[in-house]
Each structure stands twice: as structure tokens, then as C-alpha cells.
């Protein structure tokens, strides 16, 4: 039996191509990511100006370094990225109603425990040290919380910075706070500067709506500020050299703003949605969607240029070293590269398709941490150990490993182990037809023997065909 090796977290193959550049004459566009369907785009541009990205594709976070190879980073949706200093990317993503983090230490991702959250937003300060604010009914009254977690040590410590509530004042009189969508950042002194959207609805004698952005910070001793009422889709947040937060937010309307000692605000372009904002150098840009479309500004110090259409795409994210824009087009990550100079390299087409099996190895139903998995196809072997929830995966070469195969899974740790069998999926044929599917079983027990209880492993098979 040959043996090959396996990963717990493996670099997929990716197609680069090129398309036509539009309106920019120094503008330059490139695939990224040709699998689709993806989704939740967020980058992080380094100090050596490359680009972080973590992407979400059927529940896994995936993430890619400039036009390298994806890598796989854990079953999770709705990713966010920094990086540091250090330039070492820190992610946060949700899985099962928790906020989870994860770094890399020496190639390899490290997880961090989960706690109860949603819709998590990471910054790093200048000692590489993540904060993360997020959602959460912290005190399970039915309305959600903003909140903000900082790593202590080796756990994170958390803050309420905007209670969710109702309150009842009798005689049909009452106020609903709701809050959404938060973000963050952390300036040069390692201050935080948080926004996120909040609903008011107040009743006494008829009930009044309002939607606003909300801005709150630490800097100079602590702040808090409100822009006008607006309607939202997306808000975003940035923080310059010079420790001041600008904002974007607003729907069917784009507003740009700096919230600290006053709120000071610009109209942008009374036509977008879903904005996002990065300053670096002096330099602002804002990208933005309307009508299936694109869209960049940016203030060099004298006014924010014409907007202007950089491709075709929606939800676009931006980092400003040089100025990237990262949107979807097609269910495709495609990234622009908008300001003078070379763009980045391109990598060639890959001449294999990997076949990708995942899975999960659970004891009682709890994930297991370091069991060994071994799996097996076409008489050709991979192992690997599992993650910190029990999650592992193992990637053949297509030739070693076909759709339709049948694919072996054993699974040991002590005197523990399992096993179950799952087919390599084609993705003309699979329920969900984008070469992607899940095969979660249980395995039956096989009892007691000499006092060893028989470990349970689920598989996963994901194959992966390009078109």
C-alpha cells in the first residue's frame, strides 16, 4: 500500500486568470478563487503590502496569502481578519452560535476556546494582540448585545459596550434598543473604536422608528458619539496614523464621516450599498455596489475623487497599502488592484484537481482533539490527527482518488477507535451542485471490549471538479 501524507489544514488549488481592467488606467483585476460559491469576504493588508483574505464557502473559512494556494482553516461562516505587526494573520469566525480565533503559529492554525456569539469583528494593537467584538444575548432578555472580548493571557475577557433592551414605562409606553453589526479597530495606542447600527423604536402615544450608526471608543479617556438617522445595509470602520476613526455607512445613499469630538459628515454618492473604508498614508478609500456594479473613491488629502466603476461585482472589502479591492463576482473571488504601480504576480493554473475528504471524529458526541485518522482509497493512504473540535481533513491527487470511489475512514486515540465509509462525491451528482457535500454518519457502536470504549467518527467527503 503506498502512503501519502495528509494535513489537517491543506492548501487547495486555485485557477488564477485575468480579466479586462475597467475605467482605471492603472487598475488591474485578477480571479482570485474560481470554486464557487463564496461568500463573506474580509481582508487585512500587511505592512509589506500583501493581501490577507478569508472568504466563507458551504460553512468552512478558507483563507489565501496575495494569489497563493487557499487553505482550508475549520468548518465555520461569516470570517473576519487582521494582522499585526508581526504580520501574522489572526481570524475570527462563527460555528455553532460561538465566536471562535485562530492563529497561525509556524504554518500551522491554532484555535483558541469558543464562547457564545455571532457576527464577530477582530482587530490587532501594536503587541499582536486580538480584540474581538461581536453579538450576543448576554444576558438572555431576548434582545442582543455589542460586546467586546480582548485576549487576557490565553482566555478572552469581556466588555458589554451597548446593552440590547426593552423597557416598559406602563400605559402602553415603552422603548425597543436593538443592535447589529459591529466593528472594530485599534489605533496606534492601542485604543479601541468600535461601531455598529442601532434600531430605536419608541412608543408613547404612537411609536417612532430610527436607525443610526453609533460610534464609541477608549481614546481620550472614552467617547461615544451618533451620526444622523440613517438607514443601513453595511457599516465599515478605519483608523489613521494619526489614531482618528472615518466611517462609511448608509443605504441607496452613501455617507462618510469622522466621529470623534463632533460627527462630521460627507456625502459620498446618493446611489450604493454595502461600503467599505481603509486609510493608509494620508490616503482614504471607499468602495461601494450599485447597480451590479464596483465602485472606488479615494481622498489623497484635497477631496474625495469622482466615484468611479472598478468592475462588475458585489460586496466588495477593501485594504489600503496600495488600495485592493476584494468583491464577488459569479459567486468568484476577484480582487482589483486600483493605484499606480505593478500588480502582483499571478500564479499558473494547477495541472492536478485535488480530492479533498473531511470529516469529524467525536467521542459521545464531543469533538476529539488528536485523534489519529487514517483514510483510505483506491488502496492509497493518508492520515492525519484531528483539530482542537475534532475536525480533520486529508487531500489526494485526483488520479489517486476518483469520483465515485469508495473512501475508508479509521479513526483511533488510546484504546479508542472507529471507522465508516462514505463515497467521493461527483459534483454533477452530488444534492448540492457545486462539488461540494458532507456525509455526516454515525458510526454504530461495536460494545465494550477489555474496558475500551469504541470511539465514534463522522465522515465528510468534499471533491472538487473544475469546470
Known sequence: MKKILGFAFIAMFLMIGSVMAVS????????????????????????GDHVHRVYERNNRVYYSLDNSVEELVAK????????????????????DDQIHYAHKVNGTWEFSDAFDGYKPDIAVDSNNKPSIVYMNDYYSDGYSDVVLATLEGQNFSDTILY??????????????????????KIDGNNNYHVIAYHFNRDCAGGCDNSEETIYTSNANGG??????????????????????????????????????????ELLITDKGSKSAVDTRDGIVGITYTYDGNVYYTEDKGTGFSEPDIVDAGNNPVIGVGSAFIDYIQNDKVYEAYVTTGSSPSQDPQ?????????????????????????????NV??????????????????????????????????????????????????EIPIGLIDIDVQIPEFGVIGGALVLLAGIGIIAYRRK
Open 163 to 184: 446593552d440590547g433592551a426593552y423597557y416598559n414605562f406602563g400605559g402602553g409606553s415603552h422603548v425597543t434598543n436593538t443592535f447589529d453589526n459591529p466593528r472594530i
Open 381 to 430: 493512504s493518508a492520515s492525519t490527527t484531528t483539530d482542537l473540535f475534532g475536525d480533520y481533513i486529508v487531500v489526494f491527487t485526483s488520479d489517486n482518488c476518483k469520483f465515485g470511489d469508495s473512501v475508508d475512514v479509521v479513526a483511533s486515540k488510546d484504546s479508542l477507535n472507529g471507522h465508516n465509509t462514505g463515497e467521493m462525491c461527483d459534483s454533477e451528482s452530488c
Open 24 to 47: 482605471y488606467s492603472d487598475l488591474s483585476v485578477k480571479k482570485i478563487v474560481d470554486t464557487t460559491i463564496n461568500s463573506n469576504i474580509d481582508i487585512a493588508v500587511d505592512s
Open 76 to 95: 465555520g461562516v461569516n470570517p473576519v481578519i487582521a494582522v499585526g505587526p508581526d504580520n501574522t494573520p489572526q481570524v475570527s469566525f462563527e460555528k
Open 223 to 264: 467617547q461615544s458619539a451618533s451620526g444622523p438617522v440613517r438607514s443601513y445595509t453595511r457599516n465599515a470602520l478605519t483608523v489613521d496614523s494619526n489614531n482618528v476613526a472615518h466611517l462609511v455607512y448608509g443605504d441607496g445613499s452613501i455617507f462618510y464621516a469622522t466621529p470623534m469630538n463632533s460627527w462630521n
Open 350 to 378: 494547477p495541472t492536478t484537481t485535488p480530492s479533498i475528504v473531511t470529516g469529524n471524529v467525536t467521542y459521545n458526541g464531543t469533538g476529539v482533539e488528536g485523534a489519529t485518522v487514517e483514510v483510505t482509497c483506491n
